[in-house]
């Protein structure tokens, strides 16, 4: 029973008129990249490394950095992972790290902004990450980007490293790829020039929600609202999949959202055709794949003009 249950995990997710979608994980370390695998993972779509780098009294160094990412692609197998660099700063504080007090943390130097600003540490994450690259099928992705700026500074670094890597001889490879998050509502209007500057894209709809609505994510008070099934951050996330599509560049999604059965009909509706999420989603997530029909969901999926309220879009999707 176990081996069949098994087996059916690690099937693609196929619908039934035989297109496939690509189902990989969102990890934070080794041991649960070994899980997702096991769970049905085809690789992993986002990797919260800030997870190496909290509770301790210093950053990890270069090599203990090659390592835990090293272990999460042998984990799968040589399924391709998706390294995030560090995403700190908003809810996520680490002591040793320079970040004044802010008076809105949210709205601060988070994510790729500190890591613009502390050049050192950033240099040697994505130095871990190139010597991973000469044997794995790795990709980096830059978090909270919200201005081009931001990816020609980031990937003008990633240059540089690599170019230090090929004088000291360290094996890297040229083609590895870079993308970003989309989780910042600026980063819907210049997906064109993103196209131009990287190789993928993937919808972070955990922030994207908290900013396209400006409601913390993390603030009970204004939960109510909260959703990403608010119809405006539909909306937003159908625009992102079809100006991706239009500038020719690969988007998937690893917001929370992508591992919720309930939109699972409605994502592949609005053109998503790879998804990323805790591994305990995963069978669910194929299993609905695997029982509809793509030519249905094109015009049952549609977001239906007249949910216009998020109560009525939570009740035709049975939230
Ligand atoms: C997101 O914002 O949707 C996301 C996946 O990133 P995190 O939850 O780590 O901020
Ligand atoms: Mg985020």
Do not use: W
Request: charged letters at 25%.
């Amino acid at each position: 029973k176990r081996q069949e249950s098994l087996a059916k995990a690690k099937a693609p997710a196929v619908t039934r008129d035989g297109k496939t979608f690509q189902i990989v994980a969102n990890v934070s370390g080794p041991k649960e990249a070994k899980i997702s695998f096991e769970n049905g993972a085809e690789g992993v779509g986002l990797y919260r490394t800030e997870f190496l780098f909290m509770n301790r009294e210093d950053a990890p160094s270069e090599e203990e950095q090659y390592q835990a990412y090293k272990t999460v692609c042998e984990n799968m197998k040589g399924y391709p992972v998706t390294i995030r660099t560090l995403d700190v700063g908003g809810d996520k504080p680490i002591p040793y790290l320079d970040i004044p007090a802010e008076n809105n943390p949210f709205l601060g130097l988070r994510g790729i902004r500190y890591c613009l600003q502390d050049t050192k540490l950033f240099k040697t994450q994505l130095r871990a990450i190139c010597r991973v690259s000469a044997e794995y099928d790795v990709r980096v992705m830059y978090p909270m980007v919200g201005v081009i700026e931001e990816v020609l500074s980031a990937n003008e670094l990633l240059r540089k490293v690599q170019t230090d890597l090929n004088k000291e001889g360290i094996a890297f490879s040229k083609k590895m790829k870079v993308g970003v998050m989309i989780e910042v509502p600026s980063t819907i209007f210049f997906i064109p020039q993103l196209a131009k500057e990287l190789d993928f894209l993937s919808i972070g709809t955990n922030d994207l929600t908290q900013y396209l609505l400006a409601l913390d994510r993390d603030n009970n008070s204004v939960a109510k609202y909260h959703s990403p099934f608010h119809p405006v951050v539909l909306e937003a996330i159908r625009e992102i999949i079809s100006r991706s599509k239009k500038a020719g560049i690969e988007v998937s999604m690893c917001g929370e959202l992508a591992g919720n059965a309930k939109a699972t009909n409605l994502l592949i509706g609005l053109g998503l055709e790879k998804f990323s999420m805790n591994s305990p989603a995963i069978p669910k997530v194929k299993e609905m794949i695997r029982a509809m029909n793509t030519s249905d969901n094109q015009t049952d999926f549609q977001i239906d003009s007249s949910i216009r309220t998020l109560e009525g879009l939570k009740k035709s999707l049975g939230e």
